[in-house]
Structures are given as structure tokens and as C-alpha cells.
């Protein structure tokens, strides 16, 4: 999933208003803001294989230490540990650990049988990105309640609030819209601009969020 992961993220600031929602989307996009890092350090694997299913051309060889769901458990018990302690709010560490663990419930929708459960285990997924139609509607869907949610959760203090947030989501939407067409031209670029990107969304939604706030 893409899009489908920031939906989640921007539903849970509902059940975590303090915490900033570019944290709730690290959380949620967890396994894949370390996956990058990993396949350039050559820990873990992918390839360009176009056909391989209709909506992606990628092939995830082995990412067992990103999207494994023991790792992600255990990834997502640190991460909402570390974010109790700054907040200091034991309830928060329920709302990321569940974002860091919905990430590998949410790729097993999707992906082909190449989820892993463990560093070893057989693979499952089941196989919606076999569908575009299927994806797209279960995403879209996904996407545009979550942005509901946080719109209703949230007020925003300014213009900024309310014109950056609605840039975001039009943003992300023609960045689903892309995926569509042709495939990356290499691992490194797939990669670089992986990194890169999330960069660039973590950054742009923290600017957008401090210029909202929570409904009480």
C-alpha cells in the first residue's frame, strides 16, 4: 500500500492529539522509511520486475528486518515506548505500536506472498495488487476517510492550516496517481528518491500540523 498507510496515520491523531502527525506517519510508513535504508546498505533485496503484479513492478526479494511482523512488533514496541516517554502518556505507546504493526497487516492485503512472518518464514499476502481496480478503490477509499477524520479532529489555526494540509493530500494523490506509470529505472533511483521523499512528506506534514489543532 501507498496512500493506504497514510490513511491510517491521519485517522490516529484522533487517539493520539498530542503526538505530531508527521509522528503518527513515521509510525505508520515505519517499515518502509527503514526498508530503503536497508536495501542500500545491501541488507535486504528488491528488483525491478514489471508483470510481476499489475499494480507494482517491484519484487521484494527479502526484507525480513522492515516488514517481517516480528520485527515490526518489536520496532513498534521501542518506537511507542520512546514516544510514552516524551509525551509522557502510557496510552500513546497502544496507538504506535499498533500504526508500526498495521503496516505489515495492510502489505499482507495487498502484496503478493512475500510478507514474511519472521527472519526465515514462509511468505504470505494476499495478492490485491493483482488488481488495479481492487487497489485503487480499496485505497481511495481508505485514504479519504482517514483525511476526514483528521480534518475533523483538527481546526485549523491559519491559512497555512488549511492550504498546506490541502496541498498534502492533493499531493499524495498525484503521487498514488504516478505509481501507475512506468516503473523506476533502476534500485538506486527507486531508493534515493524513497528516502528522499519521505524526507520531504515527514517535514511538509509536521509545518502543516503545527498550524492546527486538536478538537476538544
Known amino acids: 500500500m501507498f496512500i493506504g498507510?497514510?490513511?491510517?496515520?491521519?485517522?490516529?491523531?484522533?487517539?493520539?492529539?498530542?503526538?505530531?502527525?508527521?509522528?503518527?506517519?513515521?509510525?505508520?510508513?515505519?517499515?518502509?522509511?527503514?526498508?530503503?535504508?536497508?536495501?542500500?546498505?545491501?541488507?535486504?533485496?528488491?528488483?525491478?520486475q514489471p508483470g510481476i503484479t499489475a499494480f507494482t513492478p517491484l519484487d521484494f526479494i527479502s526484507y525480513p528486518y522492515s516488514h517481517s511482523l516480528l520485527l515490526l512488533c518489536v520496532w513498534g514496541a521501542v518506537f511507542g515506548a520512546i514516544c510514552a516517554a516524551v509525551v509522557r502518556d502510557r496510552r500513546v505507546w497502544f496507538v504506535v505500536f499498533a500504526l508500526v504493526v498495521s503496516h505489515w497487516v495492510l502489505d499482507w492485503i495487498t502484496?503478493?506472498?512475500?510478507?514474511p512472518l519472521y527472519p526465515g518464514s514462509a511468505k504470505v499476502g494476499l495478492g490485491l495488487w493483482n488488481s488495479i481496480p481492487g487497489t485503487i478503490v480499496v485505497e481511495v477509499a481508505m485514504f479519504i476517510l482517514g483525511v476526514w477524520i483528521y480534518a475533523r479532529s483538527t481546526r485549523a489555526?491559519?491559512?497555512?492550516?488549511?492550504r498546506a494540509f490541502a496541498a498534502f493530500v492533493g499531493f499524495l494523490l498525484a503521487a498514488y496517481a504516478a505509481n501507475l506509470g512506468p516503473p523506476p529505472p533502476s534500485v538506486a533511483a527507486l531508493v534515493w528518491v524513497g528516502i528522499a521523499g519521505a524526507a520531504v512528506f515527514l517535514l511538509w506534514t509536521w509545518w502543516f500540523d503545527r498550524h492546527r489543532n486538536p478538537v476538544t
Do not use: C, N, Y
Open 111 to 115: 502484496h503478493r506472498p512475500d510478507m
Open 157 to 162: 489555526r491559519d491559512r497555512l492550516g488549511t
Open 5 to 48: 498507510h497514510f490513511a491510517v496515520g491521519f485517522a490516529a491523531k484522533r487517539a493520539a492529539p498530542r503526538l505530531s502527525l508527521a509522528v503518527l506517519f513515521a509510525a505508520a510508513q515505519f517499515a518502509d522509511l527503514l526498508w530503503p535504508v536497508l536495501v542500500a546498505l545491501g541488507i535486504e533485496q528488491v528488483r525491478i
